[in-house]
């Protein structure tokens, strides 16, 4: 019996397309384009084979197999698609479970909590709608009926398709695909293979997380950091890496901004210690060393970061925050939702909108490092009546380092338009990098910028200090940095009886490390400011 009879050539065809767009479903806004429609997707023809050669009960199951698989990967890939469009990263399905709520809460803040219900709800019917439409296609091609022969051979030819879609994904499993697969196939069934093997390495990252946090001998403690008597600042300095003290291109430089810096500091009655930490990243993504300082866990790849906010971990700020200061994060490159700050234990979080900022970007840099530090007085340490316990993630010094702020009156700084000038006229990134030796000059004069900008701030309020804990987030680039180290420089400034606290380390007394200094973890430091600034904990184990 031909299939015509039992099924319609129109309703075969509507079905197949519909299962077609279930496949080619784009999870990544870049993959956006008319030229997707006319991929095939190879797990196509292995569904429709099966769908035919399935009889009685099996093809019920069949129908309710795929169903369920192509409906899962369809919400999947709808979460990638909004977790690269608000985030920039795919979505990972046993971390980011945490971040819905967060989410929520966020999209609430938005638009309205009404608005944000009634598109939970139609995300909700849409669903519906596609398990419903998935359904009746499956439905279609299972009540064809060739000849048994026919169905036979539909069975082995299912099999083989399936082999060949299988085979190519087996090719891509252990490295990271773009997006968009190249023109000609899409396999739908990579992003369910990645996703697997991402959630595989989550949980087991997670597990030995959660067993940290639980054994974590800080948790929920109130009485720390009781030394302190003051508002404390952790600042990450970008791109701020060893090279700036060893290599010859950049040491002349930053070392006597650093030498001048501690005589000026010195003469204002601060008093300074400097030392080596080993970052978890290198060249970029500086989310993985603020996440390790505060954790105190070594956090060096998206998974293991996914991990560390998933598992209940307390940060720095969650214990400062419960001993009695307001935390916060001052954060002017954050220009996207940033939902993961839910869990980071950050009282206020300011991200780049915030801060009030009418000037000129200096091209990636939203704003100079002048303006974030007068922000942080202007929104955070003056009108909040507690000590504040804040992270600030500077911009100035990260690529493309073109153009380069120049110091202002602090006092004329205003909501930042007098900067105007600094970028008029600059030359471009492209003209800057097509030259890597002038890209090189380009880094040099950016850090020392970020240096000179923290140095004067803490001079600003040596009348009054903060005890500031400084230190770079990771290396530049291999070819800028010319130095394949991990380690950064850290200092701490302040008070000299803060500052006492932590001479059993070993570090100089100034802004330049010894060459000789014992590097120690980034994951240690949590730790061992805990350790340093809290009475009674010489029986409690702390990191390094």
Request: aromatic residues 8%; contains cysteine; hydrophobic residues 50%.
């Amino acid at each position: 019996m031909s299939p015509g009879r039992l099924v319609g050539p129109v309703l075969l065809l509507l079905s197949a397309l519909l299962l077609h767009l279930l496949l080619i479903q784009p999870n990544h806004p870049g993959a956006m384009t008319w030229q997707a429609l006319f991929l095939f997707p190879l797990e196509l023809p292995a569904i429709l084979l099966a769908l035919i050669a399935a009889s009685g009960r099996v093809a019920f199951v069949s129908r309710l197999a795929v169903t369920v698989l192509l409906c899962l990967l369809a919400v999947l890939k709808a979460a990638d698609f909004a977790f690269f469009t608000a985030l920039g990263r795919g979505f990972n399905p046993v971390a980011d479970i945490v971040l819905v709520g967060a989410g929520f809460r966020l999209l609430s803040g938005a638009i309205g909590l009404v608005p944000a219900i009634l598109a939970a709800v139609g995300a909700v019917i849409a669903t519906a709608l596609v398990v419903r439409a998935t359904w009746w296609a499956t439905g279609v091609w299972a009540r064809v009926q060739p000849p048994m022969l026919a169905r036979g051979a539909a069975g082995a030819a299912a099999i083989a398709a399936a082999g060949v879609a299988v085979g190519e994904i087996g090719q891509t499993m252990g490295r990271w695909r773009l997006p968009v697969d190249p023109p000609g196939a899409a396999f739908t069934a990579r992003v369910a293979v990645e996703r697997v093997g991402l959630a595989r390495r989550t949980l087991a990252e997670l597990r030995d997380f959660r067993i940290a946090a639980l054994r974590d001998p800080m948790a929920e403690r109130d009485d720390l950091f009781d030394l302190i008597d003051r508002d404390v600042l952790l600042v990450f300095v970008e791109s701020y890496g060893r090279a700036s003290l060893d290599t010859d291109l950049y040491a002349a430089t930053h070392r006597q901004t650093l030498r001048d810096g501690a005589r000026r500091l010195e003469a204002a009655g601060l008093a300074m210690a400097s030392g080596f930490v080993s970052a978890p990243t290198q060249g970029g993504q500086s989310w993985l060393s603020h996440a390790t300082f505060a954790n105190g866990l070594w956090v060096n790849g998206q998974t293991k970061y996914s991990a560390v906010l998933a598992s209940g971990r307390e940060t720095l700020f969650h214990l400062a925050a419960r001993s009695g200061f307001h935390t916060a994060a001052v954060m002017p490159q954050i220009t996207l939702d940033w939902p993961e700050s839910a869990v980071m234990g950050f009282d206020t979080i300011l991200a780049a909108a915030d801060l009030g900022y009418e000037g000129p970007a200096f091209n990636w840099v939203t704003m100079p490092d002048q303006f974030t530090f007068a922000a942080l007085d202007r929104l955070v340490r003056d009108p909040i009546d507690q000590p504040v316990f804040a992270q600030l993630a500077t911009g100035s010094s990260h690529a493309p380092w073109v153009p380069v702020p120049e110091l202002v009156e602090w006092d004329a700084i205003g909501d930042g338009r007098i900067f105007q000038l600094m970028v008029e006229g600059a030359p471009t990134p492209e003209e800057v990098w097509r030259d890597r030796d002038r890209v090189r000059e380009q880094y040099r004069k950016a850090v020392d910028y970020a240096l000179s900008n923290v140095i004067d701030y803490a001079a600003r309020h040596a009348d009054d200090p903060p005890l500031m804990i400084v230190t770079g987030d990771h290396q530049a680039a291999d070819f800028v940095a010319l130095d394949d180290r991990s380690d950064v420089p850290v200092h701490v400034i302040g008070p000299p009886e803060l500052v006492a606290q932590v001479r059993d380390w070993g570090w100089r007394p100034g802004l330049v490390p010894a060459p000789d200094t014992p590097v120690i973890g980034m994951d240690r430091m949590r730790d061992r400011l805990i350790g340093a600034f809290t009475s009674g904990l010489a029986a409690i184990p702390l990191g390094g």
